[in-house]
Structure formats: structure tokens, C-alpha cells
């Protein structure tokens, strides 16, 4: 079935660093979400790309899509506390269902 | 407006006993999910409804897994036999009609099978 690769598993910042977590699939996708996740809650949609080679960009946030649409990165410019969670990518099973097959997650802790 | 409610938010209970899972999803929401989240891992899909009717059940791990949405609202999960592999958080997802890619998720059942 459709898996998805997400690295790193985890990445500890110091506040005001860059971080960036990697999603990568074998096939195809027809697009890809990014949830993130706080300690002790629940995922929260944070956006989906479609087109190849699409960028979008949500203040610190910028969200990449590969050009063969097989992988994405997540990219936080000059983290803050608030960062603070586990980002999943999540993509649709092949033939485009609504159901969604979740990566491990990247889980990010930043120092103050 | 509310968002997807989850009851109870944390359930133990003994090997081999019956479990209940409410989900309450976002009012006019037509599409529901579950998901089983185990800690470490991310959310794994387990059914999902469209209306009424179970659109795709292919994450029900085994036949002990059943889940029921009567009206098309409330949905229900239900867990018969408990193992103690089922502890895990048990999250609802729900999405509306014209933005079906948009899940939206409830807080999770934290259930532990003693």
C-alpha cells in the first residue's frame, strides 16, 4: 500500500533557528497535508499542495511540493516555542480517496 | 463554531471487556474518519464513512473492530474482546462536503487495556 517517508524523526533548534522536515514517497501523489501536532493534542491541518513545484507560504511557514510530486518539505524560518510538536505529512491512497496514510512524523523541540 | 467532540477523552479497562467510542463530528459534516495513533507513530486510518454508509473499512484491524454512524452525524466505534495491543489514542476526523481533502480532528479516546 502507500507509504510515505518522513525525516528526521526528530530535531531539537535552539529558538531562532531554521528547521525543516522531508517527506518523500515512491509514487506519485496527487497531493500531500501537513498536520501538526502539540504535546498531549491532536493533528491540526495545517495545509495541502497539489500542483508540482508548488510553494505556499504561512508567516514562518513555508511548505514546498517536488516537482515529480513525489515529496514535500516543511520549512519554519526562525523558530519560536510555539513551534513545539510532532509535523505529520499526510497523503491520499493511490486511485485519490479521501483516506489518508499518515508519515511517522518529524518531532520538534525548540530551547529557549 | 464547535469542533469534533470525542467521548469518553480517556477509558481503561480490562482484557477482554466491550468499549464504546463516541464521536460527535462538526455539525454538517457528511464525511467522518477514525484513526488509531500509537505513541511515536502517526495517525493510522481505520474507517471511514460518507453519510451513513462505511465508504472504505479496510483499516479495521480484525473482526473485533466495528464502527456505526445510524443518522449520519454521531458516530460510534466499538471494540469487542479487548487486547492489550488496542491501547492507543483513538482519533475522529471529520470533513465537509465540498472539502473533503480538510480533515478536521476531535481531542482522541486514550483508551488502556489493562
Known amino acids: 500500500g502507500q507509504q510515505v517517508m518522513q525525516i528526521p524523526q526528530y530535531q531539537h533548534v535552539q529558538e531562532g533557528e531554521d528547521f525543516t522536515t522531508y517527506c518523500n514517497s515512491s509514487?506519485?501523489?496527487?497531493?500531500i497535508q501537513w498536520y501538526k501536532q502539540r504535546p498531549g493534542g491532536h493533528p491540526v491541518f495545517l495545509i495541502q499542495?497539489?500542483?508540482?513545484?508548488e510553494v505556499k507560504k504561512q508567516k514562518r511557514l513555508t511548505f514546498q511540493f517536488g516537482e515529480a510530486k513525489k515529496n514535500s518539505s516543511l520549512h519554519i524560518t526562525a523558530t519560536q516555542t510555539t513551534d513545539v510538536g510532532t509535523y505529520f505529512c499526510?497523503?491520499?491512497?493511490?486511485?485519490?480517496?479521501?483516506?489518508?496514510?499518515f508519515g511517522k512524523g518529524t518531532k520538534l523541540t525548540v530551547n529557549p | 463554531g464547535a469542533g469534533v467532540s470525542q467521548t469518553p477523552s480517556n477509558k481503561v479497562t480490562e482484557k477482554g471487556k466491550y468499549v464504546e467510542l463516541r464521536c460527535d463530528p462538526i455539525?454538517?459534516?457528511?464525511?467522518l474518519y477514525w484513526y488509531r495513533q500509537s505513541l511515536g507513530q502517526g495517525p493510522e486510518f481505520l474507517i471511514y464513512?460518507?453519510?451513513?454508509?462505511?465508504?472504505?473499512d479496510s483499516g479495521l484491524p480484525n473482526d473485533r473492530f466495528f464502527a456505526v454512524r445510524p443518522e449520519g452525524s454521531v458516530s460510534t466505534l466499538k471494540i469487542q474482546r479487548t487486547e492489550r495491543g488496542d491501547s492507543a489514542v483513538y482519533l475522529c476526523?471529520?470533513?465537509?462536503?465540498?472539502?473533503?481533502?480538510?480533515?478536521?480532528f476531535g481531542p482522541g479516546t486514550r483508551l488502556l487495556v489493562l
Open positions: 476526523a471529520s470533513s465537509p462536503y465540498l472539502k473533503p481533502e480538510t480533515q478536521y
Open positions: 509514487t506519485t501523489l496527487s497531493n
Open positions: 499542495l497539489v500542483k508540482s513545484g
Open positions: 499526510a497523503v491520499p491512497t493511490q486511485g485519490g480517496s479521501e483516506k489518508l496514510v
Open positions: 455539525s454538517g459534516h457528511t464525511a
Open positions: 464513512f460518507q453519510g451513513t454508509g462505511a465508504a472504505d
